[in-house]
């Protein structure tokens, strides 16, 4: 069984940058589509970012296209987000997660492991 565990997160002033990383264990990582998923305090989960299991594609949700880039290393078994340009409004509960299937979702409940999340907390 995979387990994945988030690090990275933190406080940043507007304007800032933060790399999130999602470590995995288990030897199988590389047939996970894996996402970024995030929540706010009072609000459904919501989809960021999410890449295919070769990692040459990814998927952004509008509010962070253009800003925050997702990538991986299947030997290292590790997914990262590089968020650029923080926002205030992008304050939330990161998590990463991982689908055993060839496409990607936007939707939580299509993804079969999650992460305990990194706190992401952006000051105006």
């Known amino acids: 069984q995979v387990q994945l565990v988030e690090s990275g997160g933190g406080l940043v002033q507007a304007g800032g940058s933060l790399r999130l990383s999602c470590a995995a264990s288990?030897?199988?990582?590389?047939?996970?589509?894996m996402g970024w998923f995030r929540q706010a305090p009072g609000k459904e989960r919501e989809f960021v970012s999410a890449?295919?299991?070769?990692?040459?594609?990814?998927y952004y949700s509008d509010s962070v296209k253009g800003r925050f880039t997702i990538s991986r290393d299947n030997a290292k078994r590790t997914v990262y987000l590089q968020m650029n340009n923080l926002k205030p409004e992008d304050t939330a509960l990161y998590y990463c997660?991982?689908?055993?299937?060839?496409?990607?979702?936007?939707?939580?409940?299509?993804?079969?492991?999650w992460g305990g999340g990194a706190q992401v907390t952006v000051a105006s």
């Open positions: 288990g030897r199988t990582f590389s047939t996970y589509v």
């Open positions: 997660a991982g689908r055993i299937a060839w496409a990607y979702s936007t939707v939580p409940s299509h993804y079969d492991l």
């Open positions: 890449l295919s299991r070769s990692g040459d594609t990814p």
